[in-house]
């Protein structure tokens, strides 16, 4: 941590003085396509139901600790016992919990960089080693033959599908080939399964193999990103695992009831997915057609894009075009790269114009 004062440096612990905080290095802009949200606002039908759920939500009770009603109704959306859901504090808490469940001191934890740097942090937050299989350089792609060794000498592995930052999704055939290798717990983040093509999720892997963890949250697709649920399926003996180890009331009673609405009515935000699922091809297209901008394939809802200079852009974006994107450009493995977010069509247009003018006047 930078500025540590003297006092506190003494005070704290050593790989807690080493840690960096997670930083989404936001700024205010009129364009923010730098937090993979669903840009596109939620469903008028939802945000009218919400609001009189909301209205009628008893805050002066403690929330359902476990989320019972929210749970049942996932269940059933899954296909999978109320015993295989757990809810938490968007898919962080989870995150965060199934590290302090299943990592710790002596443990290991399998990471496949460049990926969601949120594992690294929670894996030195709880002392948990971590062991990293490098994505293949130019395609992203898992490297399943030196992967599978390391995943037999992890306690757990996390792969994240489709891959943020790079959009990779991983084939079921590969994750239950992981699930077979591992002999500790195994988690997919699915947290942007949603946009990517039908038969991408692993989650019927479940059926056949107890070690598998598979991590979903709201905050993307289902427009919940500040309201902060998640949840993830698991069998049932990983799931009371969770349990015990999180804090009881983490999902209030706004956020249960938010979920709860928005799970009834996921069926409105499919016109919306199917449509960033277009304008991320349109996007990709515009960006590849500009000189000097390298763009990769994705199954989410943002893309990795190269160019020279990439830290140059982004600042200009932000500061001449008040647009906001990610900067990855100093990230290992990821020089000169940044993440931009699918938007409206309007706020695409407004990127591919911005972009392909400042690439220019930097030729
Ligand atoms: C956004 C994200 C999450 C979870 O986000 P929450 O808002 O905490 O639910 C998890 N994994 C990845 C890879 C993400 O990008």
Known sequence: MAGLSERIRALVRDDIAALAPYDPSFTPCAINLSANENTYGMPDAVREALASALAQAPTNRYPDPMAGDLRDQIAQWHGVPRGSVCVGNGGDELLFNFFLAFGGPGRRLLDCPPTFTVYDIYSRMVGTEVLRCWRDRETFGLDMGALLPMAARADMVIVTSPNNPTGNVIAPADAARICEAC????????????????????????????????????SKAFCLAGVRVGYVLAAPDVIDVLAAVRQPYSVDVLAQESARVVTAMRDEFLPTIARIRDERERLARGLAAIDGVRVWPSQGNFLLVRMSQAGIVRARLRDERSILVRDFSAAPGLQDCLRVTVGTPEENDELLDAI??????AS
């Open 356 to 361: 392909a003018e400042l690439c220019k006047e």
């Open 183 to 218: 002999p500790g717990m195994v988690m997919i983040d699915e947290a942007y399964v949603e946009f990517a093509d039908g038969d991408s999720s692993c989650e019927p892997l479940l059926q056949d193999h107890d070690n598998l963890v598979i991590l979903h949250t709201y």
